[in-house]
């Protein structure tokens, strides 16, 4: 295939969780995703330890980013940007990846993207079908959040129309596998046992569905509670838990409801389009679910390869590289970690100080970008 050299060629750095994640692409083509995960450091303690995690991202950062680049065959000075998960996550482990960009950025001389990890979740699924449709319909689930997005434009306007007023999705999985005992992380797992379950041996609450309750919204305590009481009844009854049942039904109460509200919003907003992202959309049984729904309403689905949905270095260079097709402002190199960056938030640019204004792709800005730096902090 004749390699398109006019498209962005663009880096990205994920470190807002437990995966460093470096990931390269131009354009819509992945080029790699190289991820080192300390997940298994934090499995014993039964969910992700901060200091665990940001100490790992250190150790992991420039082996990761040299694998990148190695697997993509390509130089660091042919970059034309480099793009970091600037927020929602944990802020010591964003400030691992955000400072690794700066002084890769500004060793480079190349502009700085510091972009939102929720929207990466969703601009991924560029490298998989092509330009997302405007606006996406976005069904964002994953181990810090459930919404409900919509994005005209997800380099600069999403709007969120619903989400979790209590667990995300992927934290009700992680806690009833806690329950069965079945480790950490807990989605996987559940998925795996679920296969051989029947998701109709027990009837677990569906939250928010009722006719007064907010459509959009989403709550998924009053089942994870549903199903931990549920669990102990047979315990204390002395019977034996049927795990994989337990699993199916749960993961059944779960994926209805996503699916559910994901094609309500699609038919409300005449959007014929739904984008499935986040660690969650991994998950086979609700892919099943969400083909079929689509299908039935006519609506067209897209979900990533499983690799792409659970956090990696990818989507982040997917939405960089979107930024600089579309010419928006760089960021200026007081960029800092957000651990609460809000959704609406595609990604931070400068604060106003001449930095953080727009690269169009291809112009050679890339030198004056740097030299207005240098100067700045030499002289001034
Ligand atoms: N096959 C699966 N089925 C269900 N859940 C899954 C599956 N695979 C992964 N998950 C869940 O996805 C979550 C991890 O997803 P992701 O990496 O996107 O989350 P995060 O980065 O921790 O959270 P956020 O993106 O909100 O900051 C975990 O809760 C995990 O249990
Ligand atoms: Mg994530």
Redesign the pocket.
């Known amino acids: 295939m004749a390699r398109r050299t006019d498209e962005p060629l663009v880096l990205g750095i994920e470190t ?4 460093t994640g470096v990931g390269i692409v131009r354009g819509h083509t992945l080029l790699a995703d190289a991820v080192a995960s300390s997940v298994d450091e934090h499995a014993r303690f039964g969910g ?1 330890v901060p200091e665990v995690a940001s100490r790992a991202h250190l150790e992991a950062m420039v082996p990761t980013i040299q694998r990148a680049l190695k697997d993509a065959g390509v130089s660091a000075k042919d970059l034309d940007g480099i793009a970091v998960t600037a927020g ?2 944990l802020a010591g482990a964003l400030l691992v990846g955000v400072s690794a960009a700066k002084a890769y950025a500004y060793a480079l001389g190349k502009p700085l993207y510091g972009v939102n ?2 929207a990466s ?1 969703i601009c991924v699924d560029q490298l998989e079908h092509g330009a997302l449709p405007e606006p996406t319909m976005a069904l964002l689930v ?4 459930s919404s409900l997005l919509l994005a005209p434009d997800i380099t600069a306007d999403v709007r969120p129309l619903g989400s979790t007023i209590d667990d ?4 009700a ?2 806690k009833i ?1 806690r329950v069965l005992n079945l480790g950490f ?4 797992v ?2 795996r046992y679920a296969r051989e379950g029947d998701p109709d041996a027990i009837r677990f609450p569906r939250g928010l569905t009722g006719p007064r309750d907010p459509i959009y919204d989403f709550s998924f305590s009053g089942l994870k509670t549903a199903v931990a009481r549920w669990i102990e009844a047979k315990r204390a009854a002395g019977e034996n838990v049927p795990v994989a049942d337990v699993a199916a039904s749960f ?1 059944e109460a779960v994926v209805d409801v996503l699916t559910r509200k994901a094609v309500r919003a699609c038919k409300d907003h005449g959007v014929d389009h739904l984008m499935i992202g ?3 959309a ?3 049984r ?1 892919r099943a679910m969400a083909e079929r729904r689509c299908e039935d309403a006519g609506i067209t689905l897209r979900v990533p390869r ?1 690799k792409l ?3 990696n270095g990818a989507m982040v260079a997917a939405l960089g590289a979107e930024m600089v097709a579309r010419g928006r402002a760089s960021s200026s190199w007081d960029l800092s970690a957000d651990s609460s960056l809000p959704v609406t938030e595609s990604h931070v640019p400068g604060h106003g100080d001449g930095h953080g204004h727009g690269h169009g792709h291809g112009h050679g800005h890339d030198h004056d970008h740097f030299h207005e730096l240098s100067k700045d902090n030499l002289y001034s």
């Not at 995300?168 to 934290?171: K, N, P, S, T, V």
């Open positions: 807002s969780c437990d995966e992700v929602p996550g990890h929720l979740h994953s181990g810090g959040h995300a999705a992927g934290e999985f992680d596998a992380p807990g989605g996987p559940i998925d993961q986040g660690g969650v991994a998950n086979t609700l499983p949905c659970t956090d």
